[in-house]
């Protein structure tokens, strides 16, 4: 169910310090670990000894102790040192993990070390862009990381599920215009002439009817884009105010996914309260996200098939993400079996 070949965000740099930090990313537990001169890395979370996980170790220098014998690994994954021996053995090392610090994000790279390429980590330059100015959270959700990526992809659902903050029934009887490349997903709304919600009159001071836009730019497996923005009904797309809030996607397992977000905006740079308004209202719009999409995982496993069994003209953006997720994980099966028919053969 998971796509490898893929850059997931594991943290937010702010949060990785002194102490190791315990991530599991697609089902593997992993410990993200910063080296005293700052290196960043990223291990399998388990000892090669006795299986202890290394995040309940502590950083030496350049490596990381386990808290049970003491053996240390380095960023690479190399043991460097055994208390009670001089010999190490040549199986005495963890899996590493390709890792690059992009956006104020750590990503990482889950599947064969051969394909990471750092060029290709998700654009989420709004988030330190000094033309922008953002504000970041995240939330830890109890189900499947596809269900997240429905939910972006149909925004109808803010018209019922954010009624307090962004949404309105003008969103849910917009049309969508939906459109495809190899690896992205673009879903356009136009809402023209609407009251503005509570979260709009606040964050842009427009209090008149509007006209608002938002395209979710998906990237597969599993991050978003959503380009947003709003002007009074009565001037013109000049006036638009405009913001761009940044969804990264990561499974941690086949029920639970981590949530990293960030809203960015181009106007009114050094209004400190307005950026914390915007903080507090997006956590709240993401705590009604979190709730609805854990009952519908458990209704889900309830049920236990995973299988939908009515589409409406708004899920075209859903349905086509899952295929285009489909396609790359059946590519990724292609390239391994290839690999192993080679090693076969020599
Ligand atoms: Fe880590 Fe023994 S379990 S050193």
Same mark, same amino acid.
């Given at each position: 169910?998971w796509v490898e070949n893929a850059w997931y965000?594991?943290?937010?740099?702010?949060?990785?310090?002194?102490?190791?930090?315990?991530?599991?990313?697609l089902?593997?537990?992993?410990?993200?670990?910063?080296?005293?001169?700052?290196?960043?890395?990223?291990?399998?979370?388990?000892?090669?000894?006795?299986?202890?996980?290394?995040?309940?170790?502590?950083?030496?220098?350049?490596?990381?102790?386990?808290?049970?014998?003491?053996?240390?690994?380095?960023?690479?994954?190399?043991?460097?040192?055994?208390?009670?021996?001089?010999?190490?053995?040549?199986?005495?090392?963890?899996?590493?993990y390709p890792?690059?610090?992009?956006?104020?994000?750590?990503?990482v790279w889950m599947g064969d070390c051969a394909f990471a390429n750092?060029?290709e980590?998700?654009?989420?330059?709004?988030?330190?862009?000094?033309?922008?100015?953002?504000?970041?959270?995240?939330?830890?959700?109890?189900?499947?990381?596809?269900?997240?990526?429905?939910?972006?992809?149909?925004?109808?659902?803010?018209?019922?599920?954010?009624?307090?903050?962004?949404?309105?029934?003008?969103?849910?009887?917009?049309?969508?215009?939906?459109?495809?490349?190899?690896t992205?997903?673009?879903?356009?709304?136009?809402?023209?002439?609407?009251?503005?919600?509570?979260?709009?009159?606040?964050?842009?001071?427009?209090?008149?009817?509007?006209?608002?836009?938002?395209?979710?730019?998906?990237?597969v497996p599993?991050?978003?884009?959503?380009?947003?923005?709003?002007?009074?009904?009565?001037?013109?797309?000049?006036? &638009? +105010? @405009? !913001?761009?809030?940044?969804? #990264?996607? $990561?499974? %941690?397992?086949? =029920?639970?996914?981590?949530?990293?977000?960030?809203?960015?905006?181009?106007?009114?740079?050094?209004?400190?309260?307005?950026?914390?308004?915007?903080?507090?209202?997006?956590?709240?719009?993401?705590?009604?996200?979190?709730?609805?999409?854990?009952?519908?995982?458990? &209704? +889900? @496993? !309830?049920?236990?098939?995973? #299988?939908? $069994?009515? %589409?409406?003209? =708004?899920?075209?953006?859903?349905?086509?993400?899952?295929?285009?997720?489909?396609?790359m994980i059946?590519r990724e099966k292609e390239l391994r079996?290839?690999?192993?028919?080679?090693?076969?053969?020599?």
């Open positions: 169910m965000a594991a943290s937010f740099l702010k949060d990785i310090g002194d102490h190791p930090k315990s991530v599991t990313l089902g593997r537990p992993l410990v993200v670990f910063r080296t005293e001169t700052g290196k960043l890395a990223v291990l399998d979370d388990r000892c090669p000894h006795r299986s202890v996980p290394l995040s309940f170790g502590r950083r030496t220098g350049e490596h990381l102790r386990c808290s049970y014998h003491g053996l240390q690994v380095d960023a690479e994954g190399n043991c460097v040192r055994i208390p009670c021996q001089d010999r190490i053995p040549a199986n005495a090392r963890v899996r590493a890792v690059a610090e992009r956006h104020s994000l750590a990503w750092a060029d980590v998700p654009d989420f330059h709004y988030l330190d862009d000094p033309e922008w100015t953002a504000c970041t959270g995240y939330h830890f959700i109890n189900a499947d990381y596809r269900l997240l990526n429905d939910n972006l992809l149909d925004l109808s659902h803010e018209s019922y599920v954010h009624d307090t903050t962004i949404g309105n029934d003008a969103v849910a009887e917009a049309p969508v215009k939906v459109e495809r490349t190899e992205q997903i673009r879903v356009h709304r136009d809402i023209w002439n609407c009251e503005p919600p509570p979260f709009y009159v606040k964050a842009t001071g427009f209090n008149e009817r509007i006209n608002r836009w938002h395209t979710t730019i998906f990237t599993s991050t978003h884009v959503i380009e947003n923005g709003s002007y009074p009904a009565s001037s013109s797309r000049s006036h &638009a +105010l @405009e !913001r761009r809030v940044l969804h #990264a996607i $990561s499974p %941690a397992t086949p =029920t639970s996914s981590h949530y990293f977000w960030g809203v960015a905006r181009q106007y009114r740079p050094d209004d400190h309260e307005l950026t914390e308004y915007i903080r507090l209202q997006t956590a709240e719009t993401f705590d009604q996200d979190k709730q609805i999409l854990e009952l519908q995982q458990k &209704a +889900l @496993e !309830r049920t236990g098939d995973g #299988a939908f $069994s009515l %589409a409406l003209a =708004t899920d075209k953006g859903p349905v086509q993400a899952r295929h285009a997720i489909e396609r059946a079996c290839g690999v192993n028919r080679e090693k076969l053969a020599q």
